[in-house]
């Protein structure tokens, strides 16, 4: 069974930085495509971040771009968020998914994906 776990998630003040983790198990970590997601209180889950499994291609929301940097360590099962220039209104909950599905370019809608973490919350501070 796939497991997710993230992890570093924290209260930061406005301007700050922050970097999340995420640990899959029980599957080839290598063969999927791992993506970033948040979730506020009262609204939809929202894309931040993509990364496809072995071509390393990203995709970045456009609210996020050149501040956001997601990477992989295959090794090691871990995909990273690293979050620079944080703004209270991306204090949300911060979940990583896991897509098995081959393609040209990684997944942006969060019903792509197959396993999910339980999130880690990131709280931004005015």
């Known amino acids: 069974q796939v497991q997710v776990v993230e992890s570093g998630g924290g209260l930061v003040q406005a301007g700050g930085s922050l970097k999340l983790s995420c640990l899959v198990s029980?599957?080839?970590?290598?063969?999927?495509?791992m993506g970033w997601f948040r979730q506020a209180p009262g609204q939809e889950r929202e894309f931040v971040s993509a990364?496809?499994?072995?071509?390393?291609?990203?995709v970045y929301a456009d609210s996020v771009k050149g501040r956001f940097t997601i990477s992989r360590d295959n090794a090691k099962n871990t995909v990273s968020l690293q979050m620079n220039s944080l703004k209270p209104e991306e204090t949300a909950a911060y979940y990583c998914?896991?897509?098995?599905?081959?393609?040209?370019?990684?997944?942006?809608?969060?019903?792509?994906?197959?396993?999910w973490g339980q999130g880690t919350q990131v709280s931004v501070s005015s």
């Open positions: 029980g599957g080839t970590f290598s063969t999927y495509a």
């Open positions: 990364i496809s499994r072995n071509t390393y291609r990203t």
């Open positions: 998914a896991a897509d098995r599905t081959v393609r040209k370019w990684p997944a942006q809608i969060p019903g792509l994906y197959d396993y």
